[in-house]
């Protein structure tokens, strides 16, 4: 026997074994893939503590600012997603604060933790979004993969979870707040959700395979999904490596019960390019869905966006606090230029894995503002409006 026919051999072998060890491998992280997705078992907990109210009810409508608790668990499965949200609807009207001019209004990024609807107990349950995230990549390899060859961004892994996951969240962001609006006949700005290419077709919301945008839909009392999407035109530079900046000129007013609704996802209202559009646009109320892990009791060294709004770089920075520069730069320093009478800025609130969201909510009422800062409790703001 020659010794390139023992070779040969010996490679044939090594060959074979990898190709065994392979389809092993392959059947077992299928396996492992399909197990432990469990929904969690108890229902949802509310953790409403916190019901403000600003002004008093002459028939006008109102501002409805909702600011869920939320923990991961919530987002397992679209009932219990739905199931939350509807807790504080039926909350809020059991107060006398729901009605046919009420405008509902969540927080960003509410619909963009579905990305863990579905997955495995354990990244529910990771210590970190990290951890939770490499799971979800890990448990879906293939639809991961695809996604990730095809993203552009700049953060292809974080892209990749959100393409991955994409119909599946339009989907659940779409049937939750469509019903809400029309089984409790509100308008609701549905907080916000991280997709690609967002848009609405018919009353209902759609997706493309363009860049990713973080974006909010407004339902109508009857549940068709308003158009347009409105997207966030000023990113955080967290989220410009794996988000695409909306226009400031194609921000949108919507016609309500309660007036021409305008709609500026967090830091949008710090920008006076924004009020500015909301006052071509005869605006006469402000919904700001917001989102912070940051401390409102913390020094504010300054906004973190692109590009930074011009006035708010001076002697404030490393001298005031973050709910105050909330409250001079964003919507109650700004709103009076844009017309509007009323105006309210949500937060969520809750504990998603190591992080602890935060946030001051803020009530702006003519020249009345009153803010609320951040307890561990989920919380109802409504701002009634003048005639």
């Known amino acids: 026997m020659s010794p390139a026919y023992t070779s040969g051999m ?9 190709a065994i060890a392979l389809i092993v491998l392959t059947i077992a992280l299928a396996v492992w893939s399909r197990t432990g997705r469990r929904p969690p078992e108890g229902a949802v907990e509310l953790r409403l503590e916190e019901v403000c109210r600003v002004g008093r009810d002459v ?17 397992a499965t679209e009932a219990r997603f739905g199931g939350k949200l509807e807790g504080y609807l039926a909350a809020a009207r059991e107060r006398g604060l729901i009605g ?17 609807t579905g997955e495995k107990r354990a990244a529910l349950e990771a210590g970190s979004t990290q951890e939770a995230m490499l799971l979800i990549a890990a448990s879906n390899l293939p639809s991961y993969a695809a996604a990730y060859v095809r993203s552009r961004a700049q953060d292809r892994p974080k892209a990749a979870l959100f393409r991955m996951k994409a119909r599946e969240m339009a989907r659940i962001y779409h049937r939750t707040f469509s019903r809400l609006a029309k ?8 907080g916000s959700i991280v997709l690609p290419s967002p848009r609405v077709e018919a009353g209902r919301l759609a997706i493309g395979a363009g860049p990713l945008y ?4 407004v339902y109508a009392p009857d549940g068709r999904a308003q158009e347009p999407v409105v997207r966030k035109a000023f990113p955080t530079e967290d989220e410009l490596p794996f988000l695409t900046p909306g226009a400031v000129d194609d921000l949108p007013v919507f016609e309500t019960p309660a007036g021409r ?4 996802i967090c830091a949008d209202s710090w920008y006076p390019e924004a009020y500015a559009r909301l006052k071509r646009l005869k605006v006469e109320v402000v919904a700001v869905p917001s989102f912070d892990f940051t401390d409102p009791e913390g020094i504010w060294k300054g906004y973190s966006g692109f590009p930074n709004p011009a006035d708010v770089f001076g002697p404030d920075v490393n001298h005031i606090s973050v709910g105050e520069a909330w409250r001079k730069y964003a919507l109650p320093g700004r709103m009076a230029s844009s017309g509007a009478q009323a105006g309210v800025n949500v937060f969520l609130r809750g504990r998603l894995w190591d992080l602890t969201a935060k946030g001051t909510a803020l009530a702006v009422r003519g020249e009345e503002t009153e803010s609320y800062p951040t307890r561990d409790c989920a919380s109802l703001i409504n701002v009634w409006l003048a005639k």
Do not use: C, M
Not at 214 to 217: E, F, I, K, R, Y
């Open 100 to 116: 046919p001019k009420t405008v509902v209004v969540f927080p960003e990024f509410l619909g963009s933790w579905l990305v863990v």
């Open 59 to 75: 028939g006008a409508g109102n501002l409805l600012g909702v600011q869920p608790y939320v923990v991961p668990s919530d987002y």
């Open 214 to 217: 973080n974006a909010t839909v």
């Open 10 to 18: 010996k490679r044939h072998r090594v060959l074979r074994w990898l």
């Open 183 to 190: 089984q409790y006949g509100v308008t609701i700005v549905a």
């Open 261 to 264: 609704l305008g709609v500026l």
